[in-house]
């Protein structure tokens, strides 16, 4: 049964930082995305990251600020979030697709977190 749980979400100041973790089980190889949907608008590509050689993809409203990383060993995932803005509130979620190379768009991702609420006070 494969399952993927985010932690780390919560309330920070403008300017601050967070870092989200998602951990999986039940998968073997996978790329890894992040993604985020704010009250009122579409769930958007935030990050993702291959399997193989861990190249990182980022959208450009957060790129030098967010950073996507994982251990295969712990199966984990992360989102460094750095320089936070209030437009960055959202909930985030973590999401897995079973290839080498990570890919923008949600729907092809096969498994999904629950989600994790950021919100960032202005």
């Known amino acids: 049964q494969v399952q993927l749980v985010e932690s780390g979400g919560g309330l920070v100041q403008s300017g601050g930082s967070l870092r989200l973790s998602c951990a999986a089980s039940?998968?073997?190889?996978?790329?890894m995305g992040w993604f985020r949907q704010a009250p009122g608008k579409e769930r958007e590509f935030v990050a993702a990251?291959?399997?193989?050689?861990?190249?990182?993809y980022y959208a450009d409203s957060v790129k030098g600020r967010f950073t996507i990383s994982r251990d295969n060993i712990r199966k984990t995932a992360y989102l460094q979030m750095n320089s936070l803005k209030p437009e960055d509130t959202a909930v985030y979620y973590c999401?897995?697709?079973?290839?080498?190379?990570?890919?923008?768009?949600?729907?092809?991702?096969?498994?999904w977190g629950q989600g994790t609420q950021v919100t960032v006070s202005s």
């Open positions: 999401a897995a697709d079973r290839t080498y190379i990570a890919r923008m768009n949600s729907d092809a991702y096969d498994y």
């Open positions: 039940g998968l073997s190889v996978y790329a």
């Open positions: 990251i291959n399997w193989s050689d861990s190249a990182t």
